[in-house]
């Protein structure tokens, strides 16, 4: 069963960090790309963060230089670490796993978790 569990969210104070996991279980994610999503209420859902096959990154500008996706391949895991955290960052966070080499337009995220809200606030 192919699956992506999410995990690591949590309650944080104003520029505070994180680190998201998403763990893979049914397949290996060496061939996938995975992206990073946020919904927050009443939003429509973001994509925040990408990294490709070959460890390329891609953000939205609304995180650049404060959240940091990587992958571990050996562990079929991907992180995401976020810093400086501020309450707009505050939304239900989730990967997604695409059979695709890039970043871009044509990936089609097939595989989702089941999300982790972080929860930004004094």
């Known amino acids: 069963q192919v699956q992506l569990v999410e995990s690591g969210g949590g309650l944080v104070q104003p520029g505070g960090s994180l680190r998201l996991s998403c763990a893979a279980s049914?397949?290996?994610?060496?061939?996938?790309?995975i992206a990073w999503f946020r919904q927050a209420p009443g939003k429509e859902r973001e994509k925040i963060s990408c990294?490709?096959?070959?460890?390329?990154?891609s953000s939205a500008n609304s995180v650049k230089g404060r959240f940091t996706v990587s992958r571990d391949n050996a562990k079929d895991t991907v992180y995401l670490q976020i810093s400086s955290l501020k309450p707009e960052d505050t939304a239900v966070y989730y990967c997604?796993?695409?059979?695709?080499?890039?970043?871009?337009?044509?990936?089609?995220?097939?595989?989702w978790g089941q999300g982790t809200q972080v929860t930004v606030s004094s």
């Open positions: 997604a796993a695409a059979r695709y080499r890039w970043c871009s337009s044509g990936a089609t995220f097939a595989h």
């Open positions: 049914g397949f290996t994610l060496d061939s996938y790309t």
């Open positions: 990294i490709d096959v070959s460890g390329g990154t």
